[in-house]
């Protein structure tokens, strides 16, 4: 299917003319002229022209780029028909830029080296869609076979490989490319990076319910103990006795139900990019693995997607690939809709490419900034900084008074 590209509006008539897509209808016959080759046929049919009507010089012209053509494409057919080819993660999942090893193992079934060979099709694109090859050899030594560990560095979550790899082999002279799929291909998941929370304490309770009073930390019921001040504490909670003992805030611990329930719904929606979508996923991945590593009871809408899991490596797990399985140029979504009187976390687009961050509870007082409080990322902030002072809202959502 030919794609047309609309041309600006605030260049020239001669400018909007040479670069706009006309005979967009014809693409499908000048295909070939995308490989170098094609250029070689084309000028070798020039060359039986010159040497029909003109003079001889053109049948050695045709003679040499025949030979050419038939060395470019022979050899990189050979190359890629030779050798039987795997790749293998040595892991089934890492996180976005984080360096990670590939097993490539490759047989090679003739009695002379194979040069230039590359896989591509597996890791290939990134955020801005430029394609590279996975995976390049310079050699493979005669009848033998071997096994290879390339260091890559996903850029970019999702389940890989997104289509068929393909091995592929340009060489030597780069004017056209043999290609044959990938027999054996194990899969890599990709997720989010995530970026620590300051202040990620396990905030559940010493006794084993799930609900009621018990001895985690919070603002209402008994007396557990005291603590140094966070942010976000209220004045009414400083034990001043204390304070003034050790010359430091101290805060009166007390105890509230053992585990809070927190819906949060990510917006899949891609309006500012693909770079503005990823990093609101990495925005949403660091916190729903604070809040999983602190036990707190969630329910999570990744678009239209409702997730449930438990706080266990395999919940974990859950969630981070249902993060990584959001298409990186996003999905249409419903709008959210609270439910009851849980306290809400919503996290969606802002203007010009931010992130934000609303932390919505019906019990929240005038102090904590009424019934809904907004946090906007903006899209050159630091993410690793900014995500850092997200926890107290985010954890304190549900008590604050």
């Known amino acids: 299917m030919a794609v047309v590209h609309a041309a600006p509006t605030d260049r020239s008539r001669l400018s909007r003319m040479m670069t706009t897509d006309l005979c967009h209808w014809a693409n499908r016959f000048v295909y ?53 080819c795997a790749l293998q993660p040595e892991t089934i999942a890492v996180h976005e830029d984080t360096p990670c090893q590939m097993i490539m193992s490759v047989r090679n079934r003739a009695p002379i080296p194979v040069w230039g060979l590359t896989i591509q099709g597996y890791l290939d694109c990134d955020i801005s869609g430029k394609a590279t090859p996975t995976v390049g050899l310079a050699c493979v030594p005669p009848l033998c076979t071997a096994d290879y560990r390339i260091n890559v560095t996903p850029a970019m979550r999702g389940h890989y490989p997104a289509n ?13 490319t043999a290609r044959r799929s990938l027999k054996e291909i194990h899969p890599l998941t990709v997720w989010p990076k995530l970026f620590p929370i300051h ?16 001895s985690r930390g919070g603002r209402s019921g008994d007396f557990v103990g005291v603590r140094t001040f966070r942010r976000s504490d209220s004045a009414r909670h400083v034990n001043w006795i204390a304070s003034a003992r050790s010359e430091t805030l101290i805060v009166t611990e007390r105890g509230v139900s053992q585990s809070v329930a927190l819906d949060v719904f990510v917006d899949t929606k891609n309006q500012c990019g693909r770079e503005s979508l990823a990093r609101q996923i990495r ?4 916190i729903l693995a604070s809040l999983h590593q602190s036990r707190i009871t969630t329910q999570v809408w990744i678009g239209d997607r409702r997730l449930t899991y438990k706080h266990n490596a395999h919940g974990r797990r859950q969630m981070l690939d249902a993060l990584a399985s959001v ?72 008590v604050a008074a």
């Open 32 to 84: 070939w002229l995308q490989e170098p080759v094609g250029w070689f046929a084309l000028a070798t049919a020039a060359s039986v022209m010159i040497g029909l009507y003109f003079s001889p010089i053109g049948w050695a012209l045709a003679a040499s780029l025949a030979a050419i053509m038939v060395t470019g494409m022979a050899w990189p057919w050979i190359a890629v028909h030779v050798t039987q």
């Open 199 to 214: 202040g990620v304490l396990p905030i559940v309770g010493f006794t084993p319910a799930d609900q009621g009073e018990g």
């Open 283 to 286: 925005v949403t991945a660091s």
């Open 327 to 398: 298409p990186v140029d996003g999905k249409s979504c419903d709008l959210y809709q609270p439910v009851g009187s849980h306290a809400s976390l919503v996290i969606s687009h802002a203007s010009c490419g931010s992130v934000r961050v609303c932390i919505s509870n019906p019990r929240s007082g005038r102090r904590a900034g009424g019934v809904s409080r907004q946090i906007i990322i903006g899209p050159r902030e630091d993410l690793a900084a900014a995500i850092a002072t997200l926890w107290t809202e985010v954890r304190d959502g549900h």
């Open 164 to 176: 068929e790899p393909q091995v592929a082999c340009s060489f030597p002279l780069g004017i056209w």
